[in-house]
């Protein structure tokens, strides 16, 4: 573990979780001053003279172990809040898209957008995909409902990109969906749209610019 009076020197490499800390602390002025007084206090004790202390009195909240568990009680809370005001709305509509990770495991995305006095939406989830299948799709995001305690049936509608196994007739995720909220429509996601038309645009455009 890193000596807290080591914090500012800027000739140390903190490696990556600190120097990020850090970094964010210069634009958050809560952040900023408990890591001045983590460095008051940790200098304070390696000056003193015979301080012979162990390990664990200064209480500092950096490691990353303290700061994911400050995460995820922030998530829990967040997430609380967001599925109350879902469940107040009449209804709603879900967004889904799918993402490798570093250790090229598929990452599902999940967006409900909802209506209160203002139109919201929020990213509910984040989770792995096992499968890219149609059903193992619409069975992930149900999962993901029970689990918050949303009601399906209340989904009118969904968006996604135009691939096969989201939008296919018959075994897509959107007629999966459509088992368990049934008259919920289809949209297909007009930024993957705009992507396409301006891929075809450029394309031509290369092909033209290529000829004189």
Same mark, same amino acid.
């Given at each position: 573990e890193?000596?807290?009076?080591t914090?500012?020197d800027?000739n140390?490499?903190?490696? +990556?979780?600190l120097?990020?800390?850090?970094l964010?602390?210069?634009f958050?002025?809560?952040?900023e001053a408990?890591?001045?007084?983590v460095?008051r206090k940790?200098?304070?004790?390696?000056?003193s003279v015979? +301080?012979r202390k162990?390990?664990?009195?200064l209480v500092?909240?950096?490691?990353?172990?303290t700061?994911?568990?400050?995460?995820?009680?922030?998530?829990?809370?967040l997430?609380?809040?967001?599925?109350e005001?879902?469940? =107040?709305?009449?209804?709603?509509s879900v967004?889904?898209d799918t993402?490798?990770d570093?250790n090229?495991?598929?990452?599902?995305?999940?967006?409900?957008? @909802?209506v209160?006095?203002?139109?919201?939406e929020?990213?509910?989830?984040?989770?792995?995909c096992?499968?890219?299948?149609?059903k193992?799709?619409s069975d992930l995001v149900?999962c993901?409902?029970?689990?918050? =305690?949303?009601?399906?049936?209340?989904c009118?509608? +969904?968006?996604?990109?135009?691939?096969?196994?989201m939008?296919?007739q @018959?075994n897509g995720f959107?007629a $999966?969906l459509?088992t368990?909220?049934?008259?919920?429509i289809?949209? $297909?996601c @007009?930024v993957y749209v705009?992507?396409?038309?301006m891929?075809?645009?450029i394309?031509?455009v290369?092909?033209v610019?290529?000829?004189?």
């Open positions: 890193e000596s807290g009076f914090l500012l800027d140390v490499d903190h490696r +990556n979780f120097e990020i800390l850090l964010v602390s210069k958050d002025p809560l952040l408990h890591l001045e007084d460095v940790s200098k304070s004790r390696h000056d015979g +301080n162990g390990r664990g009195d500092r909240f950096l490691s990353k172990t700061v994911n568990k400050v995460i995820d009680a922030i998530s829990t809370s997430t609380k809040m967001m599925v005001e879902i469940r =107040g709305a009449a209804m709603f967004q889904i993402t490798q570093i090229v495991q598929d990452q599902c995305s999940i967006v409900i957008r @909802y209160t006095d203002t139109v919201h929020r990213v509910i989830a984040i989770v792995n096992t499968s890219t299948t149609g193992g799709m149900c993901v409902f029970e689990k918050l =305690g949303i009601d399906v049936s209340k009118i509608g +969904n968006s996604t990109d135009g691939a096969s196994y939008q296919g @018959y959107n $999966w459509n368990v909220s049934p008259g919920q289809h949209v $297909w @007009y705009l992507n396409l038309v891929s075809y645009v394309k031509k290369v092909e610019v290529t000829l004189f």
